[in-house]
Structures are given as structure tokens and as C-alpha cells.
């Protein structure tokens, strides 16, 4: 099984999975098993076709292919759960997060203790110091963090970087919710883990049309703002001690004589 599986969402990006799948093998080949697992969410143009033949190609590469549109973060979701790596990173299929970033984001992971047993799960989040967007993009975005980061506290400056590493099993923790992407930070802090912000790359789009504009961003993020303040309400965080354990005394040494 690998230990990284890279998860990569794509709608109508056909101009530009050639060039991403490329640069994931560039970036990743000799140093880490992994595979690479592009889901196409209901593509309108030939992005289903490209990866495909993209396969026969890299033999590391799968591709799930949603039947109906149903977003960014169900995609995402769908490839995690298909995922066979320990490890989980994931990407925009626009091309403006650089897979080069990866192995650094990977040597952070073994920085932090990431693998240690009993420590609390960890996301590490992109972090797009220098963002390559127009000016009202880079505007919205400030604003949109900073009460983002002042409602939840996630202490977290760029949620909205498509680019992060997460145990597979921690983001199988997590409640499932549209957009749910845009709030991961918030999410894994809630099951009580940590989040460590990491600079990255960011690019500017050179191929295809973004799908995401201002205005159908802030509206529905005000909306989920709303409902992951309340599920941080209502989560209740405990210690768990095992008082007795019937199969693991079963399988003790008493249980052998």
C-alpha cells in the first residue's frame, strides 16, 4: 500500500491535468510511495477522456469519475475515501498549487511528530504568503480569513489553500458537509487535533476558468461560517481511560496457562 495518496478534484479542467500529474510524479518519484487520485466531478468537457488516457500512461495515476456535479468538497471527499495511502495531501486540479511543495510539507509531517502514538491528529495547511489573484480575489480573501479566524479561532491565516497533509484516518473523522474543504483547520481542531500553517507556492492560473467567483464565496461561506461555529458548540472533548477490557485480558498471558 502506499504511504501518501494524493487527492486532486477536477471540473472542466482539461487544459491542465496533463501538466499536474506530470509534476506530482516529478516531485514525488523516488522519494515517497505513493499514487495519485484524481477525481472528475462531473466534467462537461473531454477531462474524463484526458485522464484516462493519462492512466495508461502513469500506472500510480487512478481516476473516479462522480456521475453528477457535486462539488469541490464532495470530490474531495470521494477520493479520501478511495484512498489506499496512510497520508493524505491534497491539491487544486487548477494548477496554481505547486506539488513541489509536497515533500517539504512531508518533512514538516516528520518534523512535528505527526506518526508519534498519542499525539492529536495533525493538518498541515498551505499557506499562500504570496498569492498570485487579482487584487479583489487577494482582498476577499484577507477579509474572509480574518473572520473566519476571529469567529472559529482555528488560528489558521489561509484556509482556503487547497494544499494539505492530513492522516487519511483523521479526515475520515471529520463531518462530511459541502464546502466542508474550506474548513478544515476548524474541523480537526474540533476533534481536538492541532493544525501547523505551512508557507507554499501559489501560481497564477495560466489555463482554463476559475470556477469560483467573490460573491458565490462569501455568501455561502457566511452560511457554513454559521454551522461550524455550531458544531464547535456542541462537540464535547474528553479523556478516555480503560477501566477493564475482557478481550484483551482473553489474550493475555493468564489466558495461555
Known sequence: ??????VVPVHNEVDNVDA??????????????????????ASSDDTPQRLRELARRFPRLRVLRHRRNAGQSTAIATGV????????????????????????????????GGDEPGRPPLLLAGWRARRNDTWLR?????????????????????????????ARDTFLQLPYFDHMHRFLPALVIRIGGR?????????????????YGVWNRLWVGLVDLGGVMWLRRRTR?????????????ASGPAAAR
Open 1 to 6: 500500500m502506499p504511504e501518501l495518496s494524493v
Open 20 to 41: 499536474l500529474i506530470e509534476e506530482i510524479h516529478a516531485a514525488l518519484d523516488g522519494r515517497v510511495d505513493f499514487e495519485a487520485v484524481f477525481v472528475d466531478d
Open 81 to 112: 475515501r478511495a484512498a489506499r495511502g496512510r497520508l493524505v495531501a491534497t491539491l487544486d486540479g487548477d494548477g496554481q498549487n505547486d506539488p513541489a511543495d509536497i515533500p517539504a510539507l512531508l518533512a514538516r509531517w516528520r518534523e512535528e
Open 138 to 166: 487577494r482582498l476577499s480573501s484577507r477579509i474572509a480569513n480574518g473572520v473566519r479566524a476571529r469567529l472559529l479561532g482555528d488560528g489558521t491565516p489561509d484556509t482556503g489553500c487547497g494544499l494539505k497533509l492530513v
Open 195 to 211: 493544525v501547523v500553517s505551512v508557507p507554499v507556492r501559489h501560481r497564477p492560473r495560466t489555463r482554463g476558468q476559475s470556477h
Open 237 to 249: 472533548l474528553t479523556e478516555v481511560e480503560t477501566l477493564a477490557d475482557a478481550e484483551a485480558a
